[in-house]
């Protein structure tokens, strides 16, 4: 079958795609930014890409008749404060579109949403519903709660919270009741409902067989990772109090939090999981599914992450924008070295941040993610997805990845932690010396005064930082 697979560059689209393909399916994938698609080489001669934003209806045109199914991943939550809007706008372009195409069949993955009082971001996925009823084709919903995998927010911020406060005082809300589910379990059944006629028209909830507290969950992550660990709940935190201490304790962004908060006062438990019967699936229980996702980190096996979606950042921009770096109006730190051994030094520039560090004055990167933090930036708690690999358009840190390309021997990354300007980092090796430039475009005075403030920072930073990259010993 011909499936159009939209938000292929999330979390669960980069999951789904290598099972379609796995099943014989030809999938045309649409992304808002063709740069930022890395997908797996042996994927590429089955896959087509278009790109579009779904935001804007004339971008649309691009998507092809002769489709059977589509998928419907997308969602705008904490691009912006009028999220729901854009939501329904975009449901609303995407069901004119496909009424045009030969589908029979449209998947749209929401949230569960059972409760009396639903918060902004679950009466989103039940509107954006809504309007993708009023289609030709038939329309499958399933809604998920938590779900849980390496890379998800939610395991994320699970694991931020349990591996880094052996004491919680926590809000009230970690009372409240979800059913969580796999993301094995997720796939198994976005995959299985395909063309499966008997789930035409119809909507399910899908969840596992547990129904746990926030504070179980917390509990048993770390029974898992045999950690001991008291959580104790307060009814004094307010939600702007709960969102600040999501967002300073976890990798989470302050937008998220604030979204993520406001939905976790609502209980995400299953009307009915009949579907699990209807597709032959036995779900993995809640310890399953978060022992399976170690193995996928200590595996270095993480598929997708959350961080790597533009949702993780401050801005919502194309790679295409950025990715020529500024000659005019810049302040740059330029510095040469010599390389004894190229490869060596390029696996070294291919492991940085996250873990591995910065490779010199580890201390100041910390502070200066830190302060980001304090000013509502994204600090240095993104890490990176994999500890060697790095594709366009993943986390570095602070850092947005805008090229990499290992036999040029060039890494070039764009800042977005607060800055009264534009930065950029450029790694390159010309095969005797590594080039390390750091480009800053300031705006207006205070972004002149600043870069004139952390200079003595930088020359220390940046001196120590290319000496150690290209220390081969």
Partial sequence: MRILLTGATGYIGKRL?????????????????????????????????????????ESLNNI??????????????????????????????????INRTDARQVIYLSGIVNSETLSKHLKSRKSVEQELKKGKYSLTTVRAGIIIGAGSASFEIIRDLVEKLPIMIAPRWLKTKCQPIAIRDVIKILTRIADNHKTFNNSYDIAG?????????LLAFAEVRNLKRFIYTVPVMTPKLSSYWLYFVTSTSYKLATSLVDSMKIEVVAN???????????????????????????QNEIISSWKDSTISGRLNYKISDYI??????????????????????????WRIGGKTGWYYANSMWRLRGFIDKLI???????????????????????WRVLYANRQ??????FAEMKLPGEAWL??????????QTATFRPKGLIGRLYWFAVLPLHGIVFRGLIKNLTNNR
């Fill in 426 to 435: 450029e790694f390159r090796t010309d095969g005797k010396s590594l080039i």
């Fill in 272 to 298: 009915s999981t009949n579907i699990n019967s209807i597709l032959d699936i036995k779900p993995l229980t809640y310890r399953e599914a978060v022992e399976s996702a170690f193995r996928k980190i200590s």
């Fill in 408 to 413: 040029e021997g060039r890494l070039l990354l």
């Fill in 64 to 97: 092809p008749k002769d489709i059977d199914i589509a998928y419907y991943l997308v969602h705008s939550m904490s691009v912006s404060r009028d999220y729901d809007k854009l939501e329904k706008i975009s449901a609303i372009n995407f069901r004119e579109i």
């Fill in 17 to 57: 795609l290598p099972v379609l393909i796995d099943k014989g399916h030809k999938v045309i994938c649409c992304v808002r930014d063709k740069q930022k698609f890395n997908p797996e080489e042996s994927l590429i001669d089955k896959i087509e890409i278009i790109e579009n934003d779904l935001t804007q209806k």
């Fill in 209 to 217: 067989n547990e129904i746990l507290t926030y504070k179980e969950m």
């Fill in 324 to 349: 020529k770096v500024p000659q005019f109006g810049c302040y740059k730190d330029i510095r040469h070295k010599h390389i004894t051994d190229t490869n060596a030094c390029i696996d070294k520039i």
């Fill in 376 to 398: 509502g930036g994204v600090g240095l708690r993104r890490g990176r997805t994999n500890t060697d690999k790095i594709q366009a358009g993943d986390t570095l840190d602070f």
